[in-house]
């Protein structure tokens, strides 16, 4: 690991200091509804960027609870990596493609009618998709 340059407490991002990483995606026309933050849990190197719509119901007790991201940390001691990158990029782009299509599913139901029915029925549509996306990602990390 290399400091940045005259700030030697200082890394690079995803290193294997890095903890975790979260990029927020907030949507211009229906941000309450749509937006999305992309969260790792634990060192990105070792973990799925998953995801999360903003407006998620429930999230799953291992994300909260610190289990799925000492699994990912357990694994980066060992320098042990869940699969390849190539996989990892493949089921990356597979839950980011259901958590698209939902999106774009549940942006026609708010353009057609903005309503609170129709916010009920675009926020159920990211759930689903968030909890679809959970599947694919849970039986990686134990």
Known sequence: VTAIPGYPEAYGTCENRTVSGATFSIDREFPADLS???AAVGNPDYTFFIPIPLTVNKIPDVLLNQKFSECVYKNLAAGKKIMTDEKR???ENRINKIHRTARE???KILQNCF???AR???RKIMNDAFNENWKIISQYVK
């Open 36 to 38: 999305t933050v992309y």
């Open 89 to 91: 990029n493949e089921i």
């Open 105 to 107: 599913k549940a942006r």
């Open 115 to 117: 309503s609170d029915t």
């Open 120 to 122: 009920i029925e675009a």
